[in-house]
């Protein structure tokens, strides 16, 4: 097998912005774009390989077809033979609606899927930019309910000023909602089940509020209270910065301007690299060379033991796997 590009699904939104055709250097029209679906297995929105032998494919099918050589023999058996990922830029113009993702029991229960868990890395933000994370204060479900037929939930949110480089860690269960001026990647479980919670009273073009899922998000929510929910690291030239690990993904940020040489001997997985910043060539083990530059999402399968990065000039990616 060799890496994989795909062909970006790009998602037309009420609050998308204008960065994600520039960022990734696509030749498109298409406006208010507040999604680029990089790398996505979920039913309807499959992936289209865009390079090589296998160029014209959906990521279902060549899942189906190389099995564990693709995403790794564990994960194979695992996640049923679904892509466990699913991978994301945002742009989001104006404040998103509030949200809560259902965990794996709760969303198999209620939806035959699997739960979300999810992290935002910024890539961009304006001066203005925020977003909201987590619980401010300790509240019960009926409180909760309360609030937010009250129009006051924000007052018991965490909101934080952001910048690039900032990481939030999303397990289901966290309330959460991407604001104004953030430009997001995202990595999260492969699954599309979201409660909205609240979106600011606005109405669609025809005059109507969006449905909101109270009774549904009211017992997904997890009602801990915590001191920071933003995920804190060093950054650090030419080696690797962990950000996150937990049992869907290991996620770690790679800033380089010297050429690094990748050792996946030992895992049992797919390895996808998302670029923020810069490009780079990259080969692996049996030789196959590929570029990868900002706004490029690359899929490794788990056939691949080892990889040359060479920066040209500087990179930043992150790396993620299962």
């Known amino acids: 097998m060799y890496p994989l590009k795909f062909q970006p699904i790009l ?12 960022f990734k250097h696509l030749d498109s029209n298409q406006t208010q774009v507040g999604e ?7 039913p309807g929105d499959e992936s289209i390989v865009a390079n090589g032998a296998d160029a014209g494919k959906n990521l279902t099918q060549m899942v189906n077809e190389y099995k564990g050589a693709l995403v790794g023999e564990a994960n194979y058996k695992r996640f049923n033979g679904k892509f466990p990922l699913l991978i994301k830029f945002i742009d989001a113009q104006q404040d998103l609606s509030i949200q809560v993702h259902p965990n794996d029991e709760l969303a198999m229960k209620r939806h035959n899927s699997m739960g979300k868990t999810e992290m935002w890395y910024v890539v961009d933000a304006t001066a203005d930019a925020h977003l909201r994370s987590g619980l401010s204060k300790a509240i019960t479900p009926d409180e909760y309910a309360q609030m937010i037929a009250d129009n ?6 965490k909101d934080y000023s952001i910048k690039p480089g900032d990481v939030f860690f999303l397990p ?10 953030s ?16 979106d600011f009273n606005r109405k669609d073009k025809n005059g109507n509020t969006r449905e909101l899922h109270t009774e549904l998000s ?13 995920t804190n690291y060093t950054p650090k030239e030419n080696e690797p910065v962990e950000l996150v690990t937990c049992p869907y993904f290991t996620t770690t ?6 050429k690094m040489s990748m050792d996946y001997s030992e895992l049992d997985s797919f390895v996808i690299y998302i670029c ?4 780079c060539t990259v080969t692996d083990n049996e030789g196959n060379t590929i570029s990868l530059q900002a706004g490029e999402s690359v899929l490794f399968p788990a056939t691949t033991r080892s990889l040359e990065v060479v920066p040209e000039g500087k990179v930043k990616f992150l790396e993620t796997y299962v």
């Open 218 to 230: 009211k017992d997904a929510i997890d009602y801990t209270v915590y001191d920071d929910y933003r």
């Open 36 to 42: 680029s679906w990089e790398i996505s297995d979920v």
């Open 276 to 279: 923020m910043e810069g490009a």
């Open 183 to 198: 430009f997001i990647a995202e990595i999260q479980q492969t699954s599309n089940v979201t409660y909205r919670i609240y």
């Open 152 to 157: 006051t939930i924000c007052d018991a949110l």
């Open 253 to 258: 940020v790679y800033d380089l301007t010297e």
């Open 11 to 22: 998602k037309s939104t009420l609050w998308g912005g204008e960065k994600i055709i520039p």
């Open 172 to 181: 289901a269960g966290r309330i959460h909602s991407i604001g104004a001026g």
